[in-house]
């Protein structure tokens, strides 16, 4: 039996599912529980193993605070004859990143720094720990 690979639509609007719902500090099965299903259907829309239909979306964007345009923002736009990519999109390691318990605490803990020039000395730090690692790898 052959398994099917996730549409790129469906798997990019999951990870920006789980990257909201992990902002703002809930829990798949908090998020099940407000949508009246199991923590494992969260965990299959977040991976986009199962598509989320147009009634589900809207109630995922209230419940997560968020228009229904920011599960779509620079994700695949479905288009023919494009590069699968809406304009000005972030590159996918962004949204990856951004998608992880690791990227949301760190963005979080450095928006909340005010002083511009501790903040570029940070920027400073972790762009010098990076070169010691080895080239970029993206």
Known sequence: MSTKAPNPVDKYVGSRVRMRRIMLGMSQEKLGEALGLTFQQVQKYEKGTNRVGASRIQQIS???????SFLFEGGPSGTAGSDGFSEGASPTYISDFLATSEGLALTRAFTRITDSKLRRSIVDLVEQIAAREGPDKR
Request: proline share 14%; hydrophobic share 55%.
């Open 62 to 68: 209230e419940i997560l605070q968020v228009p229904v």
